[in-house]
């Protein structure tokens, strides 16, 4: 894992509009969908550190597109091993 990416919307369908543009823009995998509550979902990439910026990206651009406000984005290049556990 070399970089992970994270775009936090508010809504299922808007963070799966999100997650099917991250993954066609760049070469990431999906490791995770949080739903963390009152209608927040994260959507978690991995891969090198520019395709997940690229992804994260075009993430952020999708969901603006669909109309709603973007909660949270992130790039967190060369994480922590002990990262990887808690997702």
């Not at 999100?18 to 009152?38: E, H, P, Q, W």
């Not at 075009?58 to 556990?85: C, F, Q, W």
Request: with cysteine; hydrophobic share 50%.
């Amino acid at each position: 894992m070399q970089a992970i990416g994270l775009v936090e919307t508010r809504g299922l369908v808007a963070a799966l509009e999100a997650l099917d543009t991250m993954c066609k823009a760049a070469n990431v995998r999906m490791i995770d969908l949080k739903r963390v509550g009152s209608g927040l979902v994260t959507v978690i990439v991995e891969g090198d550190v520019a395709a997940v910026t690229a992804a994260v990206e075009a993430g952020k651009d999708a969901y603006t597109r669909t109309g709603g406000e973007l909660i949270s984005s992130n790039v967190i290049p060369n994480p922590h091993p002990e990262l990887a556990m808690i997702l």
